[in-house]
């Protein structure tokens, strides 16, 4: 049985799994400590396996058509006792059909956790139904108290372990899963390292150490990212921290990765790039800027260096792959790897290098 924080989980994403807007539901199939995940809702893949759906590989997560059809299919063994909102819609809007599935999660006695900008706890029909069931509801995207929050004051300069941003060319691009597998492969070659999630689903998946950046208030941005850099490096001596990106520089609606370069004072940067996305993820018309470009901005803006590039092989075959990791060094200069498809061993022996 695997240990987790929150036990057995469905998540729903119907419509949306294995598209941009099921980011969420797909770093929940592919790794959480926070949750067992027991099932997929999607009528679309209904009866396949998520992993085979996603990535092709098998990982034992049945999709089904509805909540109703997973309640019963599941059994009492594998029963879940939360459902998990897997959608990412641009604006992190919630669909009415979501609310008739949440609706009967909470008349179940299911918990349900949230990570879009529609908090769930200002529905007083549905926590009523939450009330009388006892069920727990949370609203991860939901900005804590003013006084829970911390203002940027200069204590990250005395992090001294290997500090690395992940950022991206564009949003949804795979950043947080290339940050999991790069912490993952240096934990493997017997390092210490940690995850600073900076979004809903890190959290989601068990980041210890988070803050979610969309939906906290501008004056504390920068101090909730030295706040969780300086708590991973102070409470667990790490050789290496990642910070997960979020969005990109030159993203119209997303324009993420200021604030991580400039409170976040990472000492280096992997970016991650699809080579076949043309235009910015949801926004037909804006002409992704070209990744020698997107370097050149990122190291003009922190005086910091990228490092390497890691590669999302989205509308790629697999004979395209290691061709283009090669086509993307030889324009940029820069090392290139596919770490979702052939695993981060290479990258952790450059990264290991810099480790003091």
């Not at 005086?303 to 061709?323: R, S």
């Not at 981060?344 to 290991?352: G, R, S, Y």
Request: aromatic letters at 8%.
């Amino acid at each position: 049985m695997k240990e987790t924080i929150d036990g057995k989980a469905l998540v729903y994403c119907d419509g949306a799994f294995n598209t941009p807007e099921g980011k969420t539901a797909h770093g929940l199939v592919r790794f959480t400590e926070r949750y067992e995940i027991v099932g997929v809702l999607d009528h679309k893949y209904a009866g396949q396996d998520a992993g085979m759906v996603l990535d092709g590989k098998n990982y034992g997560i049945p999709v089904f058509k509805d909540f109703r059809e997973a309640i019963s299919s599941l059994g009492a063994e594998k029963r879940p006792v939360s459902l998990v909102i897997g959608l990412a819609p641009d604006g992190g809007r919630l669909p009415i059909e979501a609310k008739k599935v949440i609706k009967d999660a909470l008349e179940m006695g299911l918990n349900v956790d949230s990570g879009l900008h529609d908090f769930l706890y200002k529905d007083e029909a549905l926590m009523a139904i939450a009330r009388a069931n006892n069920c727990r509801v949370r609203d991860v995207r939901r900005t804590p108290d003013r006084d829970q929050l911390h203002f940027f004051t200069g204590k990250i300069e005395e992090v001294d372990c290997l500090n690395i941003a992940l950022l991206g060319t564009d949003s949804a691009i795979g950043k947080r899963t290339t940050s999991w597998i790069l912490v993952h492969a240096f934990r493997k070659a017997g390092l210490k390292a940690e995850m600073v999630g900076t979004g809903q689903t890190a959290w989601m998946q068990g980041a210890k150490y988070s803050m979610i950046m969309d939906s906290c208030i501008n004056d504390f941005v920068s101090g909730e990212i030295e706040h969780a850099v300086h708590e991973a490096w102070k409470n667990e001596s790490p050789d290496l921290i990642v910070i997960e990106g979020q969005g990109s520089l030159m993203n119209p609606a997303y324009p993420g990765g200021f604030e991580i370069l400039a409170a976040g004072r990472p000492d280096y940067v992997i970016l991650q790039h699809a080579p076949k996305r043309l235009e910015y993820d949801g926004f037909p018309g804006y002409v992704l800027h070209p990744i020698k470009e997107q370097i050149n901005a990122i190291e003009t803006i922190s005086g910091k260096k990228v490092i390497a590039v890691t590669l999302n092989h989205e509308d790629m075959t697999k004979d395209e792959i290691l061709p283009a990791c090669k086509k993307i060094t030889e324009e940029t200069g820069l090392p290139t790897f596919d770490v979702l498809e052939y695993g981060a061993d290479e990258l952790v022996e450059i990264l290991k290098s810099y480790v003091q």
